[in-house]
């Protein structure tokens, strides 16, 4: 008789300096977007589905760097990475610096399923998504007045660098990871990138390994942070592989970004499901925005 797991999910919106009147904002988010996975969990749906509906719900949400909300390239426009990964089997779709795509996770979904690829990027990408039934927007139907300012304001800001933006303000990518009542595991992650990006700038995000891994034989990770830090660590896969050495979700998570911080002086957080179910969170970021609902039931989101 096969022992059947409890489902459990956690959902993050991002590692940065989180400004305390944003926090409810951005705990709300976080909190409908797990509530929602966890339901499609508790409804015999998979692990995937759950991701995916987290991630689409943030991809919607304006508080976040992910669908509408983007931060902008040096151009002014916005260009989406994401990543979504199945831990049966370890197969991954993903799209980069792809433009006029209100949820690019919907569309790496498709990526994942519908081709024998692992990333598409820009045009082809955009090419794909319509020949699949996606809805062109246009650029300014992702664009918010927040972040017009934000690039207005660094465009004259000549000391700005990237990694600052980690330190201080910016704006949260999203990402979920979740294990199925079957022991499937799944991570998914999604966004605008970081400020002040060259146009065509491939952030650590859509990058297997970076931006998100499962495996259902250890565990699923999503990360968020200075992209170009995180693929030197390849924070996700790193994380996944110290739960495959037997150290929990948890552990394997604080042990992950320890390894970012010393070896890479990186920054930023990561989220991971074991496969025994147990969730983990760490980051050295000033904070880190997030939702979870264990094994357990038990509810949980806040920004740490
Ligand atoms: N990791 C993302 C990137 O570098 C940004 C973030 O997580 O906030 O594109």
Same mark, same amino acid.
């Given at each position: ?165 980690? @330190?201080?303000?910016?704006? *949260?990518? &999203?990402?979920? $990871?979740?294990? =199925?009542? /079957?022991?499937?595991? %799944?991570?998914? !992650? ?72 010393? @070896?890479?002086?990186?920054? *930023?957080? &990561?989220?991971? $499901?074991?496969? =025994?179910? /147990?969730?983990?969170? %760490?980051?050295? !970021? ?7 609902i264990a094994g357990s039931g038990r509810f949980r989101a806040g920004i740490e």
């Amino acid at each position: 008789m096969s022992v059947k797991i409890k489902p459990a999910i956690i959902v993050h919106g991002g590692a940065w300096k989180i400004p305390k009147p944003l926090w409810k904002k951005h705990i709300n988010g976080c909190s409908a977007a797990c509530r929602a996975g966890y339901e499609k969990l508790t409804a015999g749906d998979t692990a995937i589905d759950a991701v995916t509906e987290a991630v689409r719900i943030l991809e919607d949400d304006p508080t976040f760097d992910a669908g509408v909300g983007a931060l902008l390239n040096l151009l002014g426009e916005v260009e989406l990475d994401a990543i979504i990964v199945d831990g049966n089997g370890t197969t991954s779709g993903s799209v980069a610096v792809i433009q006029h795509i209100k949820n690019p996770i919907l569309v790496a979904r498709k990526v994942m399923e519908m081709t024998p690829h692992r990333l598409l990027a820009g045009k082809g990408a955009e090419l794909f998504a319509e020949q699949t039934g996606f809805k062109k927007c246009k650029t300014t139907d992702l664009i918010v007045g927040r972040e017009l300012k934000r690039y207005a304001r660094l465009n004259k800001n000549r000391k700005f660098k990237i990694p600052d933006a980690f @330190r201080d303000k910016k704006g *949260g990518t &999203v990402g979920a $990871v979740a294990i =199925d009542s /079957n022991g499937n595991l %799944a991570a998914a !992650t999604s966004t605008g990138g970081v400020p002040k990006k060259l146009p065509g700038r491939v952030g650590d995000t859509p990058i297997l390994g970076s931006g998100a891994f499962a495996d259902n034989r250890c565990g699923a990770a999503s990360a968020t942070g200075w992209g170009e830090s995180i693929m030197k660590s390849s924070l996700t896969k790193t994380a996944c592989d110290f739960i495959y050495e037997g150290y929990s979700a948890q552990r394997a998570a604080t042990m992950a970004i320890r390894d970012l911080q010393r @070896r890479w002086d990186g920054l *930023g957080g &990561v989220i991971t $499901v074991d496969k =025994d179910g /147990n969730l983990g969170m %760490a980051y050295n !970021t000033p904070q880190m925005a997030f939702a979870r609902i264990a094994g357990s039931g038990r509810f949980r989101a806040g920004i740490e």
